[in-house]
């Protein structure tokens, strides 16, 4: 069965890093696009990163450029989010997600129908 487990969300102060990881399991993730969404409280779920097959081209939303970088590990499936200077307005619920439907792009990256599978998430809590 296909699974990606969320870990490393806490609570921090901003200003403070913290580094996310997504394992996949059940299948072969190596050759999949995989990414980083979020959902803060009232708020829909916004796409925060994105990355390729071999960790070559990765996308980010402008809220998180020069904080947020995204990598992978083939070897061990897995992808990471590393958040430095965090904010109180990155408090959310993280998501991974793997598959993407179709040609990835810049533009495109971040539909979310056009991810296939998805985590359970872990918390993420920023305080002032």
């Known amino acids: 069965q296909e699974q990606l487990v969320e870990s490393g969300g806490g609570s921090v102060k901003a200003g403070g890093s913290l580094r996310l990881s997504c394992t996949a399991s059940?299948?072969?993730?190596?050759?999949?696009?995989m990414g980083w969404f979020r959902q803060a409280p009232g708020k829909e779920r916004e796409g925060v990163a994105g990355?390729?097959?071999?960790?070559?081209?990765?996308f980010s939303a402008d809220s998180v450029k020069d904080r947020f970088t995204i990598s992978r590990d083939k070897a061990e499936n897995t992808v990471y989010l590393q958040m430095n200077n965090l904010k109180p307005e990155d408090t959310a619920v993280y998501y991974c997600?793997?598959?993407?439907?179709?040609?990835?792009?810049?533009?495109?990256?971040?539909?979310?129908?056009?991810?296939?599978?998805w985590g359970q998430g872990t918390q993420v809590t920023v305080s002032s």
């Open positions: 059940g299948v072969e993730w190596s050759n999949n696009v």
């Open positions: 990355i390729d097959e071999v960790g070559f081209r990765s």
């Open positions: 997600a793997a598959h993407f439907a179709g040609a990835w792009n810049d533009r495109n990256w971040s539909e979310e129908t056009r991810w296939s599978y």
